[in-house]
């Protein structure tokens, strides 16, 4: 017998089932109707899901609502922002690839937070150095984490701060240190540091499992974090509105198409010339232009259009 229609958001898929979160805080163990195959979809974790609960606890989804993104690695829809974990040393620190993984998150319409990890490696000179990177970023509109080298736990507490009535996923490079991140932020995980690919499933027989966890009153993937970002899916004419201080600047250029490259009037080449723009940050601009540029068209991918796609010079 069938009970009345609820509405949840997923927060578990192991094994087929989805274990959904509603409203009134219980879990409740469904199964996806079938119609959603012949619709060529599938619920994620993350989707909020309209179902029915039947007499004995367990249901099944009848919709999915509107998302507002998605990610295929890891399997997510929702997310509101990513905490991107980037190593100061060990490995050494890298702007391009920082800018790469804020460009795919800008794309994706996902927040940053940029958490710069093993910061109490490096000597007081390199220290400095860095923390006038990060400086800048935060200046620029990004919330940034830099720990200070006492282990006073204060960074933990600046993140999750960060947590509540949001969805947060972690990403970063391999050996940037996002297992021992997420253990301090939650010891009962007890992730074996090393393991980058196994990160947050605990085991070697549940790396199928995507969950999400409450801290702080937020949900946390409970993945090995966000790695799409190896190719970029947007028009070369979109990549400027991907960099905040460009976006941002730009509106000064004397053409509203300028794409900061070879334009006259430019206000963004200015800025980088006069120091407000960071060096590296523009180097990184124009690289990826020419990536995008390089790329085959994905006619199939959603909302492509031709006309945006400008023709490699």
Known sequence: MEKCMHTGQIIQLLAGFYDVLTEQHEVIRTRARGNFRNQQTKPLVGDVVDFKENSDQTGYITSIHPRKNELVRPPLANIDQAVVVTAATQPDFSANLLDRQLVALAEKKISAVIYFSKTDLLDNEAYQDLKQIADYYQKIGYQVVFPVRQKDDADVKALRKLFAERLTIFMGQTGAGKSTLLNRIDPDLNIQTGEVSQALNRGKHTTRKVSLMNIDGGLVADTPGFSSYAVFEMADTELKECFLEIKQIGQNCRFRECLHLNEPGCAVKAAVENGEILASRYANYE??????????????????????RRKKK
Do not use: A, V
């Open 287 to 308: 690289q990826f232009m020419g990536l995008i540029r390089s790329q085959k068209p994905d006619y199939k991918r959603k909302g492509y259009q031709k006309k945006d």
